[in-house]
């Protein structure tokens, strides 16, 4: 990986360090972590946890790789930009159980920045304090079954103040984290405040502790079958949840703030780990067309046209995405999220897709083994797919981006009615 934005001596030391840790330690260790967890679809998965996970914990924090990602306002944090943690992120985005073991993962992270930015001390202490020490994980509750999720103003699930204590009721599925035994805290966005004439202050962020009494975890939801345990994406119904008051999250009808300046960083560190994937697919498309062994026709399947044709595709679509993440990454650095909301809705469309041609090319070199359990390109296709929903679908994002571009239309057409009085001015005088 290269980039042409600079960064410091600083980053490009942990750069290599996290790269030697990912590429020698977590990679080799993911067939240990996928034995411990023992078959897909077992009961036990959502019970036992792999201790070489921990392990790599241990050893991501005795190399100084822990809480990267933590954003400058906070006082721990390791000081790093977007534009620096995102060409990181890349780097764990390589191996499945990496961001865990640096403690980088989401939706631990985007939690993490909720605490740190927008809760207050006794919230930072009693939840922020121990997923930064990793002694707990989180999930986000937003995605509902029964409305269009896509468009955040139609959530249903309601908080209710009653006295000195929240009353939440609703139902929520697709929500990540929720399976892990160590899941000890929700992140709930529901409404608070439907009359609000303002569709974007009708929702707010409560806090809701895991064993809280009237949470029921309905049934965990597979990816392409993956179950992803422990971690898990369940759907859950919140029955009469009763939260003390001080558990609300900024304030009443602050939903959408803190969700927007959740998911920003979050698009970017989610690109980034996707062309992390990108690179190590490309990789065994390389091994498997350039094995000495694997002749097609009396030459390697690297001497057929079309695979060096796929390769060099692949090497061209990683560079550009990578360029487009790293743009964005730079200019929320200089100029905010806001400022760069474009530039994320476009990574965020382009790069899922990007990746997802580039494992299906290695898939198809792989033949019928490409699809199977035998290599990773199978659950890497399953993982990415779900990007072009998450965090908000495709069409969402390209919406966005046209609109984006429809408001220069003004402005060039006052510039296109100047270059012509321009050519009459000059035509006249010939």
Known sequence: MSTFFAISPRV???????????EFECIPAEAVHHKQLGREGSAERWKSLPSVTEHLKTRAKSLGLWNLFLPSYYPESPGLTNLEYGVLCEIMGRSPIAA?????????????EVFAKYGTPAQKQKWLVPLMEGKIRSAFAMTEPAVASSDATNIETRIVRDGNEYVVTGRKWWISGAGDPRCAVYLVMGKNDPDNSNQHKQQSVIIIPADAKGIKIVRPMTVFGYDDAPHGHMEMIF?????????????????????????????????????????????????????????AFGKTLSQHGKQSFDIAASRMEIDQARMLVLRAAATMDAKGPKAAMNEIAMAKVIVPAMTLAVIDRAIQSHGAGGVGQDFPLAYMYASVR????????????????AKHELKRATALRAHEQKQLGNQKQMLAKL
């Open 12 to 22: 490009e030391a942990l750069k290599k360090t996290l790269s030697d840790f990912v």
């Open 100 to 112: 865990e073991a640096c403690n980088c993962s989401a939706p631990d992270t985007g939690n993490m």
């Open 239 to 295: 029955d009469n949840v009763r939260v003390p008051a001080e558990n609300m999250v900024l304030g009443d009808g602050r939903g959408f703030e803190i969700v927007q300046g959740r998911l920003g960083p979050g698009r970017i560190h989610h690109c980034m780990r996707a062309i992390g994937i990108a690179e190590r697919a490309l990789e065994y498309h390389l091994l498997r067309i350039t094995d000495p062994k694997r002749t």
């Open 386 to 401: 779900t990007l072009r929903i998450a965090d908000g679908p495709d069409e969402v994002h390209t919406v966005q981006i």
